[in-house]
């Protein structure tokens, strides 16, 4: 979770007015979190059809929006997003933060490490706590390229 609030604390710049876009159902304390950290949250529903749920982000995107931040897989539903609409959110050129907890657990080539090189836009979280076991650690670590 530290790493979560560090980058609330790195991107959040003005409390009240920065926004943070993340689609729901998602893992709660980020919401929590965010706010604690003056963003304000804007949830991505995804209308009808919970597969459409990147149209509802990318309607979402403002010159406010500080980040995207999305489970991959996610939790707590377990499904999925697509790389596809991964793409179409990193090529609106936001920063995307993408928590890859579960990615061990997941199918081969869940993953989005091997797109750092391609999209500086883009951060991943990952956890020794769930595939590895090593929750009592609690030690997690970012991967980015970043700008260049």
Known sequence: MELIDLLFRIFVWQPGFDEVIMP???YSPYAARGAFFGAVVKFAMGGEHVNEVVDDILAAITPRTRFVLLSRPNNPSGKVMPQEDVKRILESGVLTIV???YAELADGG???EPWLRAWQNLIIL???SK???LAGLRLG?????GAS
């Open 131 to 133: 595939g590895f076991g």
């Open 141 to 145: 670590y970012i991967l980015t390229i």
């Open 110 to 112: 869940t993953s989005l």
């Open 24 to 26: 729901a159902p998602e």
């Open 126 to 128: 990952r956890t020794f």
């Open 99 to 101: 928590d890859e907890a």
